[in-house]
Each structure stands twice: as structure tokens, then as C-alpha cells.
């Protein structure tokens, strides 16, 4: 996997901590926070149609552009030119940490789910949230999914951070994804950005969050990942 580029590394903690919703960055796990974000849904969901919830935060949301930009609606639009049965759930939240992700998993299971794709964690990285917690947090949500949906298949987006917590940190941050993908035996995309971190004609002006172009590229990422358990 490529690092990032050095422009992206200078500025990503300062736009990370300033952008969408601001949450605590206290290292206790807060399951009692449900913050009650309506998913958006592509398109109707006929009862014929299997459903496909993106679960994360800023990144899934789309922050700073549009819904239908976003990767998860770019996704939907490949599905649908091979005119396949799935819609596509948006339930990204900015801000949202694994524990605040933890803390709204059982509002966003009260509809049903086909394929889960989880993308949390980055914001915990770059707070320098305690490794053993973030991982804990999304291991409970995937034991959440799989409690109450034991047949659907889960996706894990894999993330990577900055240096400037320390190498020994950012390596283990970046192990965590594969170490959680090989314990749940789920697929894994190894890094969600690959492609589009670090380069500024791929991101908005906060050097983090891609533009409509980066989340093109996103995904197809995505695609790659996830067409073959579609």
C-alpha cells in the first residue's frame, strides 16, 4: 500500500478534528450515545431487493459533497448497470468514532441486512484513542450484526494514518483492520483510500476528505473488494 504524501500528512490532524460533527474524544467506550441520523437509501428498496448498508463515518457520508457523489452512491450505480437485486444504505455519520458507532449499531440494525460494510476507526487514530479500545468497538459491532443477522456477509474498510503519532502506533493501527478481518474471517479492503490519500487533486481543500472525482476512485475500491460476494 502507498503513504501518504507529505501534503496530506501536514494537515490532517487539524482538518480532522474541524470538519462535521465534533464527538468526545474520551477513551471510555459511550454506548448510550444513539445519535438518530437518518440512513439515505439510494433508491426505494423493493421487497425483492437485497440491502447493502455502508456503515461509517465522514468518508461514507460524503462530507462536503453531495449524497448521490458520495462512493456508497457510486457503488449503487455499478450494481445497477449489471442489474443486480441490492440497494444501497448510506449510514454515514461525520465524526463518528468506533465508539460512537457502537453506541447508534442497534438504531441502524432495526431494518434488515444483506452485506455490512463497516468504515470506522480513522477518527480514533488520528485522536490517539487507545488501539485495544477501537478495536474492541468494532469488534462488538460486528458482533452485533452477526447476532442479529447471522447470515450477512461483512465487509471490513481498512484505514492507515499519518506518522505523526509514532510509527509503532500507525503500524499497529493499520495491522488492526487485517488482525480483525482474520478473526471474523469477513473480507477486507486493505486501505479504502488507496489511490486518492495524499493527493490534492483527489481531495478538498481540508487535503482529507476526497472530492467528487477521489470518491470515484473510492469506489472502485470498494468494487473490487465487493462484486465477488454480490
Same mark, same amino acid.
Given at each position: 500500500?502507498?503513504?501518504?504524501?507529505?501534503?496530506?500528512?501536514?494537515?490532517?490532524?487539524?482538518?480532522?478534528?474541524?470538519?462535521?460533527?465534533?464527538?468526545?474524544?474520551?477513551?471510555? @467506550?459511550?454506548?448510550?450515545?444513539?445519535?438518530?441520523?437518518?440512513?439515505?437509501?439510494? @433508491?426505494?428498496?423493493?421487497?425483492?431487493?437485497?440491502?447493502?448498508?455502508?456503515?461509517?463515518?465522514?468518508?461514507?457520508?460524503?462530507?462536503?459533497?453531495?449524497?448521490?457523489?458520495?462512493?456508497?452512491?457510486?457503488?449503487?450505480?455499478?450494481?445497477?448497470?449489471?442489474?443486480?437485486?441490492?440497494?444501497?444504505?448510506?449510514?454515514?455519520?461525520?465524526?463518528?468514532?468506533?465508539?460512537?458507532?457502537?453506541?447508534?449499531?442497534?438504531?441502524?440494525?432495526?431494518?434488515?441486512?444483506?452485506?455490512?460494510? #463497516?468504515?470506522?476507526?480513522?477518527?480514533?487514530?488520528?485522536?490517539?484513542?487507545?488501539?485495544?479500545?477501537?478495536?474492541?468497538?468494532?469488534?462488538?459491532?460486528?458482533?452485533?450484526?452477526?447476532? @442479529?443477522?447471522?447470515?450477512?456477509? +461483512?465487509?471490513?474498510?481498512?484505514?492507515? +494514518?499519518?506518522?505523526?503519532?509514532?510509527?509503532?502506533?500507525?503500524?499497529?493501527?493499520?495491522?488492526?483492520?487485517?488482525? #480483525?478481518?482474520?478473526?471474523?474471517?469477513?473480507?477486507?479492503?486493505?486501505?479504502?483510500?488507496?489511490?486518492?490519500?495524499?493527493?490534492?487533486?483527489?481531495?478538498?481543500?481540508?487535503? +482529507?476528505?476526497?472530492?467528487?472525482?477521489?470518491?470515484?476512485?473510492?469506489?472502485?475500491?470498494?468494487?473490487?473488494?465487493?462484486?465477488?460476494?454480490?
Amino acid at each position: 500500500m502507498k503513504k501518504y504524501q507529505v501534503h496530506f500528512l501536514a494537515i490532517v490532524w487539524i482538518a480532522i478534528l474541524s470538519c462535521g460533527q465534533s464527538e468526545s474524544s474520551s477513551s471510555r @467506550k459511550d454506548t448510550t450515545s444513539k445519535e438518530q441520523v437518518t440512513p439515505h437509501e439510494s @433508491k426505494p428498496i423493493a421487497s425483492n431487493r437485497k440491502r447493502i448498508i455502508f456503515f461509517g463515518n465522514s468518508l461514507t457520508a460524503g462530507y462536503g459533497i453531495t449524497p448521490d457523489e458520495a462512493f456508497p452512491a457510486l457503488v449503487q450505480e455499478k450494481i445497477d448497470s449489471l442489474q443486480l437485486p441490492y440497494t444501497v444504505v448510506n449510514a454515514g455519520l461525520s465524526g463518528e468514532t468506533s465508539s460512537g458507532g457502537l453506541g447508534r449499531i442497534d438504531w441502524i440494525l432495526q431494518q434488515p441486512v444483506d452485506i455490512f460494510v #463497516l468504515e470506522l476507526g480513522s477518527n480514533d487514530g488520528l485522536r490517539g484513542i487507545p488501539l485495544k479500545l477501537t478495536f474492541e468497538n468494532l469488534q462488538e459491532i460486528l458482533d452485533h450484526v452477526k447476532k @442479529k443477522y447471522p447470515t450477512a456477509k +461483512l465487509v471490513l474498510a481498512g484505514m492507515q +494514518l499519518p506518522p505523526n503519532l509514532g510509527n509503532q502506533y500507525t503500524s499497529q493501527f493499520r495491522t488492526m483492520f487485517q488482525s #480483525l478481518s482474520q478473526k471474523n474471517d469477513i473480507v477486507l479492503i486493505p486501505f479504502l483510500l488507496e489511490g486518492v490519500g495524499g493527493n490534492p487533486n483527489l481531495n478538498q481543500g481540508d487535503g +482529507l476528505h476526497p472530492n467528487v472525482e477521489g470518491h470515484k476512485i473510492v469506489a472502485d475500491n470498494v468494487w473490487e473488494v465487493i462484486k465477488g460476494i454480490l
